[in-house]
């Protein structure tokens, strides 16, 4: 793949002795989609900002193109941001507020200031409109475009003055699901047809699957992974990883063996080796990785306590042995029924122990949320402690 272009080396950001970017080692290649994925307040815009430079890091180094560019202010950098709110011109039309930053005059290499052709101008704008697909919108007022329009227009007045990177920040949270899916596709489209590096910011782990060449899941200041989307979805290095991407039974086991993991005190084969001999480890299990078998077939038993229709599968709670599974299954096992399940070798994934272990994977309290639900008795005004009386 290409070349190197940003780098961010032992990246720290503390504001008022609060360290709200602990050590970030980063880098993102040359046309490359890659994005920052985590929950809110972990860090994702300081990342951003720092790239964009404006904000320094309290320490560390950003490097461009081999360059440290600590000192650089945003407007001298390559880089082009397109933030949530996307702050177009409302009495500007669409073409002007493309235009706009054209239109500012550069100062050459001699110090003089010169301006675009109004020619060039033209051509441009024409240009981005053809990308973001608004051929015929030139004249339109910002207040007569739909919200998927004017996040293309702003998408369009970024890309104008040809970035070599753009920074996007969660650009579709204002949206609604099915505009977001189709702009997902869009911005897609776009940053492979300008052949541009986009670096994105979402905390929604679907959208970052579905777009990104590479995905930087963050928690609390600090990366937790790198990888592609598979990667992170079949690799999750820590718990932490594997509950926020997708669904995941996570269970406490012990590595007895390469390839031999303890569970309940059953033996699973699995793929993962290089722990020490008997070393506690995270086992994840994904929900669509269970086969339901009869009872007596099982390498573990339980029972099924909640059933949820799906549309295309069932969510299924069951318990074993006290601690509660999510399963994804077709085959429609009722409440109250013992099910055997197996499990291949790739359906298991071994996790090291982590800051993170018993935090996640264990699906009582959403079982306990189902039951209350479908208790028709239940009262959840009644059950209330401390609530506001009248
Ligand atoms: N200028 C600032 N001064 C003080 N604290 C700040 C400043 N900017 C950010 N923070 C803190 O840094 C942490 C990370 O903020 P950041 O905006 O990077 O999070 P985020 O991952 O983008 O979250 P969200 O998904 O909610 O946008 C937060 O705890 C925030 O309160
Ligand atoms: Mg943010």
Known sequence: MSKEL?????????FDDEV?????????????????????????????????????????????????????????????????????????????????GLRIPKVDGKGKKVKLPEEEIH????????????????KRHITQLSGGQQQRVAIARA????????????????????????MQNELKRIQKAMEITFIYVTHDQEEALAMSDTVVVMDAG????????????NEPKNAFVADFIGESNIIDGIMRADGVVEIFNRKFQCLDGGFAKDEPVDV??????????????????????????KGMQYD????????????QTTDLSPVG?????????????????????????????YSEEYEEISDASFDPEEDQEGGDEE
């Open 159 to 182: 890309l104008v003055n040809k970035p070599k990177v753009l920074l996007l920040d969660e650009p579709l949270g204002a949206l609604d699901l099915k505009l977001r899916k189709d």
């Open 6 to 14: 940003i780098r961010l080396a032992n990246c720290t950001m503390a």
């Open 337 to 365: 029924s013992r099910i055997g399940i197996k499990i291949d070798p790739d359906g298991i994934h071994v996790m090291k122990k982590s800051q993170y272990s018993g935090m996640f994977g264990d699906y009582s309290s």
């Open 123 to 138: 051509q441009r704008v024409m240009e981005m409109l053809e990308v973001v697909n608004l051929r015929g919108f030139e």
């Open 316 to 327: 299924i709670i069951v318990d074993f042995y006290g601690f509660k599974w999510l399963i």
């Open 284 to 309: 994840v299990i994904r929900p669509e990785d269970v086969d339901i078998v009869p009872e007596d077939q099982g390498q573990l038993k339980g029972t099924v306590t909640n059933v949820t229709f």
């Open 20 to 100: 709200v970017l602990d050590n970030i080692n980063l880098y993102i290649k040359d046309k490359e989609f890659l994005t920052l994925l985590g929950p809110s307040g972990c860090g994702k815009t300081t990342t951003l900002r720092i790239i964009g430079g404006f904000q320094t890091p309290t320490s560390g180094d950003v490097f461009f193109d081999g360059v440290r560019i600590n000192a650089v202010p945003p407007h001298k950098r390559a880089i082009n941001t397109v933030f949530q709110k996307y702050a177009l011109f409302p009495h500007l039309n669409v073409y002007e507020n493309i235009a706009f």
């Open 222 to 233: 600090k990366i937790q992974q790198i990888g592609t989307p598979e990667d992170i979805y």
